[in-house]
């Protein structure tokens, strides 16, 4: 084991990833940097330093310094990898996804079923997203739900250094095209990462806390939060069986089922809008397939139905928060039906 | 250079079988027997065949929205694609993609393309492949495409990253319902390609000859390590944008006239007959031969087996 923060656990994997296999390359805007530019290439090594030194280290055929254009970074690793590579396409920030949909939504998800099975194509891409930054409205979006309504695509959202070495391993290897969600807050998150090979296979969720009173489901920066709001409820004597998705498709469905039934009450925490999102998914989940267990209603916590704002006491209300789940979970436990 | 008699006779029969393949289809869609959307590729057989003579299996394209003739210039299978076309699962994308997304990426066809104008990013993927494998990449436009912001990326990248791809783009004159001289806000298509720092050239591509010979110097130059070019193919469509379009944007007399003096692969037999090369009966037995294959993928794909609602999950990933 090492102590590494997330943003070393990126380029480190990257870095081990591309070492074993050549076929492997890495596109997107300044993750070199500096190129045609007075200070020269290098300047940056992308700008959440989640690729330093990976161009020196296996050149520019490898390590692919694009300009700004989303649409032919994601066609670029597509057809890459449509013809034989495997291909790791970063978006600067999430929110740039409106640019390059079609290549994500109407070509790579869809060629494989397109072309009858025949076709591969094993792409990976990286999208730094989230609040916390106060990065505006266009800097700071959560976009998981769409994406994970996206039939084709895989979603997966770390929120530990363990997990994103092994969950990103896995992400390259796979030969089905992966959407693969870095929450910017976490950058800076330092935990103990494994040694040597570590995958982590997806559609397995990750015990956070145990407990048998509320489960609660999160995802990304979530996760924080609801772990700090459990150990609050744990001092009332509330015990929260606390989930984080690691990845939203594939879903770990009968990990979220069996702690429903236990616990006989659910609370979702999710950074996305409510409407047609993660939270009502997997609402809609335990309503249809564990009716029964509930002892009440379920309980949501999510951003509002509004663009993410600026100015830092915006943003905060915006966001959910510790004091929010604490109050939703309280909120359960005092439920009485009619 | 000289083609060879099996170059010149390969290259009529890639053309006729393009043009009889469009034409039955036309004549099927009008009984009914197809469903979907199809948009014909007939009229411009001497861009795809002139391109895709030069390419092996290393080479890749990627189509248009107009796909038929680019796949079976680059090789794919007549009679699965005509079986894909009805939808059957014994296609050569088991029934799921039909006309709009027939491909086969075993050959190095990547995909005709429902959406227009998504084609030329993904050439420019395939690009970095060749560029290792010291191969080609095609990425074929109508004058529609070109106008999308992402075929201006593509190019922009392409010239970047000093890839070898060419842009093929192939004028009609029509994209969709609209005319080339109202959507193409610059003097040209080459011009505009220019503008973006790489070769660019036009031929002639109602004439087999005219395109195949610039496309040998476009891919010695782009294989060179000299970066991307593109071509400019001035060339017609005998149908409307899709099966069922009344074309009341076209001239009075326009399709008739465009049959008569406009037509490639009446422009082929003229030449190589009168250059004495091949001889008209040459190029009859080839119709022939051809008129026969069309027919048996049609009667094929007729009894080819049907998907069921078991298929529908089929694909969707390779593990899930």
Known sequence: ?338 | MQLSREALLQAYRQMKTIRMFEERLHDEIALGEIAGFTHLYAGQEACAVGVCEHLGPKDYIISTHRGHGHCIAKGCDVLDMMKEIYGSTEGLCKGKGGSMHIADVNVGMLGANGIVGAGAPIAVGAGITAKSNGTVSIAFSGDGACNQGTTFEAMNMAVVLKLPVIFVFENNHYSEHTGEAYAVGAESMTTRAAAFGMKAIKANGIDFFSVYEAMRELIEYCTAGNGPASIELDCERFYGHFEGDPQRYRGEGELDRIREERDCLKTFRAKVTEAKLLKGGDLDAVDKEVADLIDRAVEEAKAAARPTANDVLEDVYISY
């Open chain 1, 1 to 338: 084991m090492t102590q590494k923060m997330i943003r070393d656990v990126i380029r480190d994997t990257i870095d081990e990833e591309m070492a074993r296999d050549d076929s492997l390359i890495m596109l997107g805007e300044d993750i070199v940097g500096g190129n045609g530019a007075p200070g020269g290439p290098e300047a940056i090594g992308g700008i959440w330093s989640t690729s330093t030194g990976l161009w020196a280290k296996y050149g520019a055929d490898r390590v692919i310094d694009t300009p700004i254009s989303e649409a032919a970074i994601i066609g670029a690793a597509a057809g890459a990898a449509l013809t034989g590579k495997r291909a790791i396409a970063e978006i600067m920030f999430a929110d740039f996804i409106g640019v390059c949909m079609d290549q994500i939504w109407n070509q790579i998800a869809k060629f494989r079923y397109m072309f009858g099975g025949k076709s591969r194509c094993p792409v990976v891409i990286r999208m730094p997203w989230g609040g916390g930054f106060n990065a505006a409205p266009q800097h700071s979006q959560s976009i998981h739900s769409f994406v994970t309504a996206m039939p084709g695509l895989k979603v997966v959202m770390p929120s530990t250094p363990a997990d994103t070495k092994g969950l990103l391993t896995q992400a390259i290897r796979d030969d089905d095209p992966v959407i693969f969600l870095e929450h910017k807050a976490l950058y800076g998150v330092k935990g103990e990462v494994p040694d040597g090979e570590y995958l982590i296979p997806f559609g397995h969720a990750r015990q956070v806390t145990q407990g048998d009173d509320i489960t609660v489901l999160a995802t990304g920066m979530m996760v924080g939060f609801a772990e700090a709001a459990a150990a609050q409820l744990a001092e009332d004597g509330i015990g929260c069986d606390l989930l984080d998705l690691r990845t939203t498709s594939p879903l770990d469905e009968e990990a979220i089922l069996d702690s429903v039934e236990r616990t006989g009450r659910l609370l979702i925490v999710d950074e996305a809008p409510p409407r047609c999102s993660l939270a009502t998914d997997l609402s809609a989940l335990v309503s249809s397939k564990a009716f029964a267990s509930l002892k009440s209603p379920i309980e949501m916590v999510t951003a509002p139905h509004s663009p993410v704002p600026f100015a830092r006491e915006l943003e905060s209300a915006y966001l959910p928060s510790p004091e929010r789940i604490v109050a939703a979970a309280s909120k359960l436990m005092a439920y009485r039906r009619g």
